[in-house]
T-cell receptor, first 115, second 115 residues
Framework: DAGVIQSPRHEVTEMGQEVTLRCKPI?????LFWYRQTMMRGLELLIY????????DSGMPEDRFSAKMPNASFSTLKIQPSEPRDSAVYFC?????????????FGNGTRLTVT | QKEVEQNSGPLSVPEGAIASLNCTYSDRVSQSFFWYRQYSGKSPELIMS????GDKEDGRFTAQLNKASQYVSLLIRDSQPSDSATYLCAVNRRARGSTLGRLYFGRGTQLTVWP
């Protein structure tokens, strides 16, 4: 099993630019999660999908952030326009089911730096 | 009050000792509990899950759950330098009226095992 695949691994961009992060979940998993991790705030859930439908986006910081899941094998997280405070590691994770007992499998993350 | 609280550490123990990591959670309806290990620069990986009161052992790891006290712990016996990492406590609970769960993470406890 290839695991959760994220791209790019690193992204450096200038303030105001659009950033798109990509994720391919584990085949067969029907729940997908986007997390952001910083030293100050730890691991924060941004949004999660179940069967390609957004279930909870209450963690999305503001309108500059958007996420899509057009099919079961692909999701994107877009930031437009980006700001220096968006600098963080963004993790995508997937699980089989979204019930209370479903553990998450994380991708390797995208380290975003906005200058 | 945060959903999940952990001592940030750092916790430092000598090789061969028992490392004890603690976690409290705020919502009594929480249903399942996980410990993730995160090496520096890497993604979190699941090491233990526990769903009912009591102890659960897996090799050198023991998870303990006390729902009355809203307390979860992880014991690492015979600690090794390779156990040096940040340990994240995660708590999953279903939203009211939903079958879907959401995972809340603590900020993590940094553990160092010195030879």
């Amino acid at each position: 099993d290839a695991g959760v695949i994220q791209s790019p691994r690193h992204e450096v961009t200038e303030m105001g630019q659009e950033v798109t992060l990509r994720c391919k979940p584990i085949s067969g998993h029907n729940s997908l999660f986007w997390y952001r991790q910083t030293m100050m705030r730890g691991l924060e859930l941004l949004i999660y999908f179940n069967n390609n439908v957004p279930i909870d986006d209450s963690g999305m910081p503001e309108d500059r952030f958007s996420a899509k899941m057009p099919n079961a094998s692909f999701s994107t997280l877009k930031i437009q326009p980006s700001e220096p405070r968006d600098s963080a590691v963004y993790f995508c994770a997937s699980s089989l089911g979204a019930g209370a007992n479903s553990p998450l499998h994380f991708g390797n993350g995208t380290r975003l730096t906005v200058t | 009050q945060k959903e999940v609280e952990q001592n940030s550490g750092p916790l430092s123990v000598p090789e061969g000792a028992i490392a004890s990591l603690n976690c409290t959670y705020s919502d009594r309806v929480s249903q399942s509990f996980f410990w993730y290990r995160q090496y520096s620069g890497k993604s979190p990986e699941l090491i233990m899950s526990i769903y009912s009161n009591g102890d659960k052992e897996d090799g050198r790891f023991t998870a303990q759950l006390n729902k009355a006290s809203q307390y979860v712990s992880l014991l690492i016996r015979d600690s090794q330098p390779s156990d040096s990492a940040t340990y994240l406590c995660a708590v999953n609970r279903r939203a009211r009226g939903s079958t879907l769960g959401r995972l809340y993470f603590g900020r993590g406890t940094q553990l160092t095992v010195w030879p």
